[in-house]
């Protein structure tokens, strides 16, 4: 089924959802919308069946791995889509995607997102909260909003040319319950040179600038990165001239 099909005035027509990241509902949780489309509360976006589309020539299994990201309501984890559900998920949008390849997409998918959640467990340790450990409430999907630290480094990368980066590929804002206090984290997704035929990604995972504790963190932490590359050049300063001291 593709886009084309389903009325404009339903979630997927916005320029939120565009990506396949952003497109796949990882909970069963759903509600009806008027439009005739299953949504998830938590990410607003569609259910997606795990019934074979139309033209499919692979059959694609339909079981969904158990991610390592806690839910914030209950003792719940969340779950990642099915290949199929993935599948489906890319059909809808019109792009042509070999059936064999997706399961690989699938697993790298489920591995950026455990890489994300890994991410945000070190700005939070930095916390110290009386309760079980920060849990993912809700996200979101927003691949055609660049951050604005995005938005930032390609503008640095036109005055710098030399130290330019690709744009990121995603955007996602994930919600997390920390201790009943609701702290949104953004994470961009960009794609690296790959090292033989493994693909690489680089995950830029920060706590919005919503809050004075959260630019305080951003802070502390840019602070920590510099000092500890400084110490890395006059490390490496030192063993040029035979001078090492360490």
């Known amino acids: 089924m593709s886009t084309s099909k389903i009325p404009s005035e339903c979630p997927m027509h916005e320029k939120t959802a565009q990506r396949f990241q ?39 299994p339909t079981n969904r791995i158990i991610s390592s990201i806690p839910k914030s309501k209950g003792s719940e984890y969340w779950e990642y889509p099915s290949p199929q559900q993935f599948y489906s998920a890319l059909v809808r949008k019109g792009w042509e995607t070999p059936e064999e390849s997706i399961e690989m997409m699938v697993s790298i998918h489920n591995f950026l997102n455990d890489k994300a959640w890994n991410e945000i467990l070190k700005w939070e340790k930095m916390k110290k909260c009386n309760c079980d450990g920060p849990k993912l409430l809700r996200f979101r999907g927003r691949p055609q909003e660049p951050s604005p630290k995005a938005r930032m480094l390609q503008w640095a990368s036109k005055l710098f040319p030399s130290i330019g980066t690709p744009p990121p590929f995603d955007r996602h804002d994930w919600t997390i319950d920390r201790c009943g206090r609701e ?7 960009y794609s690296a040179p790959d090292e033989g035929e493994n693909p690489v990604f680089y995950l830029d995972v920060r706590p919005a600038l919503d809050s004075f504790d959260s630019v305080v963190d951003r802070i502390k932490v840019a602070t920590k990165e510099t000092f500890a590359q400084l110490r890395e050049r006059a490390k490496a300063a030192r063993q040029g001239t035979g001078d090492d001291r360490s």
């Open 183 to 189: 702290v949104r984290y953004v994470i961009d997704y």
């Open 22 to 60: 952003s497109e796949i509902s990882y909970n069963d949780t759903s509600k009806e919308t008027s439009c005739g489309v299953s949504l998830s509360p938590d990410n607003l976006m569609p259910k997606l069946s795990q019934e074979p589309v139309p033209g499919q020539q692979i059959p694609l």
